[in-house]
């Protein structure tokens, strides 16, 4: 994950935590919405990034040591 990609995934998670505290968000039904409308704007935020800048912003590039690491095996 590149640093945009973790900037504006905490945007969509932060603006969600606004959205969720200023509608007072009861129940799964409404913190879906603001979670919904928090990552809506967070988009937004990253389209007209990307269109500005002429640039991606999501990459492939997602840990790749990842697949290196060694598992335990499973007795």
């Known amino acids: 994950m590149t640093d945009l990609e973790l900037i504006f995934s905490m945007l969509g998670e932060r603006l969600s935590t606004e959205a969720t505290r200023k509608?007072?968000?009861q129940?799964?039904?409404e913190n879906l919405?603001?979670?919904k409308e928090g990552g809506t704007v967070a988009g937004r935020a990253r389209q007209d990034a990307?269109?500005?800048f002429?640039?991606?912003v999501v990459s492939p590039q997602n840990y790749p040591?990842?697949?290196k690491k060694k598992k335990i095996?499973?007795?």
Request: hydrophobic residues 35%; proline residues 0%.
């Open 54 to 56: 002429e640039m991606k």
């Open 73 to 75: 095996e499973k007795k």
């Open 23 to 25: 509608k007072d968000a």
């Open 33 to 35: 919405d603001a979670a």
């Open 27 to 29: 129940g799964f039904t």
């Open 50 to 52: 990307e269109k500005t």
């Open 65 to 67: 040591d990842a697949a």
